[in-house]
């Protein structure tokens, strides 16, 4: 079971530090991966990280504003939100890679659990 936190409200241009702890599981040999939906909207790719952190992969709306990063001995990936924008309004999930984590995966359908997401807001 995955679960995020970390979400809420914030001002454009503000910060927020979304976390995701896996109970149950070990993250370890996996890609993990955070997502985003805004309302009426698909679900997107945000971020991304490897097993051993060597390789990240980021959106390019976020690129230079975003930063995954990944605890193994907390069983936890992050993300950290800088400089925020109204358009980054969305529900916030993180998920597991379907396979070994050899890659920063950018599929959805590389993914294979998710959890219920946190909703993050930016107001203008």
């Known amino acids: 079971q995955l679960v995020e936190s970390g979400g809420g409200l914030v001002q454009a241009g503000g910060s927020l530090r979304l976390s995701c702890v896996a109970s149950?599981?070990?993250?370890?040999?996996?890609?993990l991966g955070w997502f985003r939906q805004a309302p009426g909207k698909e679900l997107k790719f945000v971020a991304s990280?490897?097993?051993?952190?060597?390789?990240?992969s980021y959106a390019d709306s976020v690129q230079g504003r975003f930063t995954i990063s990944r605890d193994h001995a907390k069983n936890t990936v992050y993300l950290q939100m800088n400089n925020l924008k109204p358009e980054d309004t969305a529900v916030y999930y993180c998920?597991?890679?379907?396979?070994?984590?050899?890659?920063?995966?950018?599929?959805?359908?590389?993914?294979?659990?998710w959890g219920q997401g946190t909703q993050v807001t930016v107001s203008s």
């Open positions: 990280i490897n097993w051993n952190a060597a390789t990240t």
């Open positions: 998920a597991k890679s379907r396979q070994y984590g050899t890659a920063a995966y950018r599929a959805v359908g590389d993914f294979d659990s």
């Open positions: 149950g599981r070990t993250l370890h040999v996996h890609t």
